[in-house]
Each structure stands twice: as C-alpha cells, then as structure tokens.
C-alpha cells in the first residue's frame, strides 16, 4: 500500500466512527451526542497511528534519562555511500549510534552493515522494504522483522539488536503487541530533524542543536527509505557540526539499546518469528555476544565492540 493510499485508508478508517455516530443520532434523535463520540474515536486513532510516541497504541520503550548521554538513530540505510561516511564520522569522534536498517538494503549492501559494527555502532530493524503496517497482519509484521533478521545475520553473522522503528512510525492498534511478542521493542525518537527533506545544512544543523539533550533520541537518515534515491549529503556534512555542538555541550551519544529501560514483556509471552530459516535467537534473556549490540550493554561493551 502506498504512502498517499495508506494516508487516505487512515482518514476513512478516523471518518468511519463519526459517520456511524451520525447514523446513530438521527435514528435515535439525540443531539450529536454519538457523532461527537465518533469524532473523537477517530481523532485518537488518527493519534494512536501518526503519534509515533503517544501511549494511545501502547508505550514505545522509555529511555533514561541518563547525565550526558544521549542517542543519535540514523533510518533507511545501509547506504554504500553515506552511511560510511556517517559511521566513519562517529566512530572518529568517539560517539555510538544506533542504525535502524532495511532488510533489503541490508542484502544489498552487507559490506556497509560490516563496517557499521566495526566501527561499534549497533543495527537495529526498520522492516524489509519500508512499507507501512498501518494495515498489515501480525503475520506480515513478523515477516518484515524476519526477513530483515535474516539480513544482518547474512550479512555480519549476527542478528540486530532487537529494537524496531516502524517506517514513518506509523502504527496500527496491534503493532506494538505484535513486536513485543516477536521480542523486539517498539521504538520512537524524542526530536525528528526532518533531514530527509533536504532543508540545508544549517537548517540540519539548527534542528538537532535544539533537541540535544540527556536521553534525547535523534532521528536522522542515512539513506532514503521512499525508493527514489534522494542523498543524504546534507544530514552527512551537517554531523560535524552537531557532534560539536554535543561536545561542547558535554553529550556523548551512545548506543539507543544501552539507554532504554528494562522491558515489561514476560519472556513467556514471546512468539518465534518463524520456523525454518529464523535464527532462533533473540536477544531477551539471551547472553551477550560479541559485537553483538546486545541491549542494556555497558558503555565499556561498547567500546569493546569498537575496538574489536
Ligand atoms: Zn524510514
């Protein structure tokens, strides 16, 4: 489903309640007491599905707010030419990001996911292929979630650190349970920066100096999810600035995995995402593997992980 179709499913899915209020109040004759109802069903489930934050849909994971520290997320990628250099950059500064990426760009570029770990960085999962699940089936949330596992697992031997961000962060009512009993956890951000639509430099630059803070989550982008090509020059040359301004700041940004609070899910509850092919690991309840991006890891686990 494309975006604009799924925008548009959503607005009719929001009218539905409010029409059906309506219906109800002139076969009743009460005062638009059930269309008022109506409209504000619709106006939580149009929340509940753009409000990649908001609790209407069930919590994302709650990070900590933890002195100094904070998390730069980069979505979309792997990119063979940004995401190095994105990576690269960090990695020189001495700062930790966490890189939600695209199964399938993950098969197609599995050196960069390599060099994403080499330079201690953990990958986290975006789905396969960036199609919202506004709509789509439990079933096909977990095929989004494994086939991506798969990916990295191909690619560096590993599976991701199991966090996923939904594309766009649009949610359907059941997406939240549906991840959490795949043992992944739903994650959002605190400050959006916009990169993907190009606004400048500056403007990159001006957006995430407004919103660093202890246990703030960035979202930035390292490629483009939408399939047509768009670069990430501008999010790559205005990080110079915004890790200056963290420095100066006295932020260090830190694996995402390593700011969240311990999860609520019973290791019980857990579904596998599939049968045959699966890499039958998870990462609650599972011991730490190297280079691993294992969540709730030490800042020193990470710096091992950037010196291995
Ligand atoms: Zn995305």
Redesign the pocket.
């Given at each position: 489903m494309s975006k604009l179709t799924t925008w548009l499913a959503c607005g009719l899915v929001a009218l539905a309640p409010a029409a059906g209020g309506a219906v109800l109040d002139r076969l009743l004759g009460t005062t638009a007491l059930f269309t008022l109802a109506g409209c504000a069903l619709g106006a939580l489930y149009l929340v509940g599905t753009f409000g990649a934050t908001t609790p209407v849909f069930g919590r994302v994971a709650r990070v900590r707010g933890e002195p100094g520290r904070l998390a730069l997320t980069f979505?979309?990628g792997p990119d063979p030419e940004f995401t190095p250099q994105i990576s690269r950059q960090l990695a020189e500064r001495g700062h930790r990001a966490t890189f939600f990426v695209l199964g399938s760009r993950a098969r197609e570029h599995p050196q960069v996911l390599r060099q994403i770990v080499a330079d201690g960085h953990e990958l986290a999962s975006?789905g396969f292929d960036?199609g919202l699940l506004a709509f789509s089936l439990p079933r096909q949330v977990r095929a989004q979630l494994r086939t991506t596992e798969h990916a990295v697992v191909a690619a560096t031997a590993s599976p991701p650190v199991h966090l996923f961000r939904a594309?766009?962060g649009v949610r359907s009512p059941w997406l939240g349970r549906t991840v959490a009993r795949a043992g992944y956890r739903l994650c959002g951000w605190t400050g959006r920066i916009f990169d993907t639509a190009n606004p400048g430099v500056s403007t990159i630059v001006e957006r995430a100096r407004r919103q660093l803070r202890p246990g703030a989550t960035l979202l930035l982008?390292d490629a483009d999810?939408s399939g047509h090509g768009d670069d990430r020059r501008q999010t790559v040359e205005a990080l110079p600035a915004i890790l200056d301004e963290a420095d100066r700041l006295g932020l260090r940004s830190v694996w995402l995995s390593s700011l969240l609070e311990p999860p609520a899910l019973s290791v019980l509850d857990l579904e596998p995402l599939g049968s045959r092919g699966d890499s039958g690991r998870t990462h609650v309840g599972r011991a730490p593997q190297s280079g691993d991006g294992e969540p709730f890891a030490s800042e020193e686990q990470q710096a091992q992980a950037h010196s291995d």
């Open positions: 979505d979309d975006h960036h594309p766009h982008h999810g």
